[in-house]
C-alpha cells in the first residue's frame, strides 16, 4: 500500500463512546498532521507530530488525544465528544520538518465523523 | 487577520474553457510556500501546485498555473481547458519558513463547478 491511509472511512459514535482513528503513511516522512474540516470553514490544524513528539496543539480540547507511536502510525483518540465535533478528520504527511517552506503535505482520504 | 483569503466560495465555468481562482495572503516573512490543493466530493485532498517565494517564475504543473504576484500577495491558480473531472473544492494554502515551518494555513476554498 501507498501514500497516506486512514482508517475507518466513517464513524458514527455517541457522546459517551471512545473510539480511536487511525493514519498510517507508506511515504518514509518524518512529520505526521491532523487537521479537522467542518462544513463552510477552513481547516483547521490539530496536532502536527515531529519524528513521534509532538511540536504542535493548537488548543485542541482534551477529549481529542493524540499518539504517535512511530513516524508511520497517527492515532487520534476520541472520548465523550459533542454533535460539533462531527466532522471530516484529515491525517497528512510532509518529508520533514525543516525551515524550507517547499514541503507539501500528503493528504489521507480522511474519516467522515458523526457524533450523535 | 486570515493568513489565507480566496473569496470565491463558487465558481461556473463552461467545459473547455480557463478559469482563475483567487488567492490572497498574509505574511511577513520572506521565506514562504504556497500550495494549491484540489478536493473531489470524496475527501481526499490532492497536491496541485507549489510556488515559492523566491521563484521569478510562475509556477506550471500541466494545466494548472499560478498566476504569482507578489507585490501584492496573491497567488491565483488557473486551469486551462476544464474538464468535468475538475469540479471539486479548491484550497489554497501557505507555509511559512523560519519560525512557522509547522503549520499549513488553509483558505476556506473555492468549489468549481464545471458544465458540460
Known amino acids: 500500500e501507498t501514500g497516506v491511509t486512514q482508517t475507518p472511512r466513517h464513524l458514527v459514535m455517541g457522546m459517551t463512546n471512545k473510539k480511536s482513528l487511525k493514519c498510517e503513511q507508506h511515504?518514509?516522512?518524518?512529520?505526521m498532521y491532523w487537521y479537522k474540516q467542518s462544513a463552510k470553514k477552513p481547516l483547521e490544524l490539530m496536532f502536527v507530530y515531529s519524528l513521534e513528539e509532538r511540536v504542535e496543539n493548537n488548543s485542541v480540547p482534551s477529549r481529542f488525544s493524540p499518539e504517535c507511536p512511530n513516524s508511520s502510525h497517527l492515532f487520534l483518540h476520541l472520548h465523550t465528544l459533542q454533535p460539533e465535533d462531527s466532522a471530516l478528520y484529515l491525517c497528512a504527511s510532509s518529508p520533514k520538518i525543516s525551515s524550507d517552506p517547499t514541503y507539501e503535505q500528503y493528504f489521507g482520504p480522511g474519516t467522515r465523523l458523526t457524533v450523535t | 487577520a486570515q493568513k489565507i483569503t480566496q473569496t470565491q466560495p463558487g465558481m461556473f465555468v463552461q467545459e473547455k474553457e480557463a478559469v482563475t481562482l483567487d488567492c490572497t495572503y498574509d505574511t511577513s516573512d520572506q521565506s514562504y510556500g504556497l500550495f494549491w490543493y484540489k478536493q473531489p466530493s470524496s475527501g481526499e485532498m490532492i497536491f496541485l501546485i507549489y510556488q515559492g517565494s523566491y521563484d521569478e517564475q510562475n509556477a506550471t504543473e500541466g494545466r494548472y498555473s499560478l498566476n504569482f504576484q507578489k507585490a501584492r500577495k496573491s497567488a491565483n491558480l488557473v486551469i486551462s481547458a476544464s474538464q468535468l473531472g475538475d469540479s471539486a473544492m479548491y484550497f489554497c494554502?501557505?507555509?511559512?519558513?523560519?519560525?512557522?515551518?509547522?503549520?499549513?494555513?488553509f483558505g476556506s476554498g473555492t468549489k468549481l463547478n464545471v458544465k458540460p
Open positions: 494554502a501557505m507555509r511559512e519558513g523560519l519560525y512557522n515551518f509547522n503549520k499549513f494555513y
Open positions: 511515504l518514509g516522512h518524518n512529520a
